[in-house]
């Protein structure tokens, strides 16, 4: 069974950081790209950043680009999304979510909108704050 855990949430002060985890078992990660996705109360779910299986390709929500950086650790089944300067507005439950993807494919390019027919694969999310 493909599974999908979020950690390193919590609360920070703006300006902050915090790094989130994304950790599969079940499944090798590496023949899957992730994605970052995040749902503010009242809001939709909204794409924030997205790694290819190789990791060679990123992709970026313009609101973050330039403070948050998603990586992968392969030989650890773990992707990262590393969120500097964290504002208020960033606050939302934060989820993976995994598609299975070919060799040297980049994300989709519909990946921001988080489809289910894209990403098979969610996780259960965990809560980030940005508040003083």
């Known amino acids: 069974q493909l599974q999908l855990v979020e950690s390193g949430g919590g609360l920070v002060q703006p300006g902050g950081s915090l790094r989130l985890s994304c950790a599969a078992s079940g499944f090798t990660l590496n023949t899957y790209a992730i994605g970052w996705f995040r749902q503010a109360p009242g809001k939709d779910r909204e794409g924030v950043s997205c790694?290819?299986?190789?990791?060679?390709?990123?992709n970026y929500a313009d609101s973050v680009k330039g403070r948050f950086t998603i990586s992968r650790d392969n030989a650890k089944n773990t992707v990262y999304l590393r969120m500097n300067s964290l504002k208020p507005e960033d606050t939302a439950v934060y989820y993976c979510?995994?598609?299975?993807?070919?060799?040297?494919?980049?994300?989709?390019?519909?990946?921001?909108?988080?489809?289910?027919?894209?990403?098979?694969?969610w996780g259960q999310g965990t809560q980030v704050t940005v508040s003083s």
């Open positions: 979510a995994a598609k299975k993807s070919a060799p040297n494919l980049k994300c989709p390019s519909s990946w921001y909108m988080g489809r289910q027919a894209d990403f098979g694969s």
């Open positions: 790694i290819s299986r190789s990791g060679a390709s990123t």
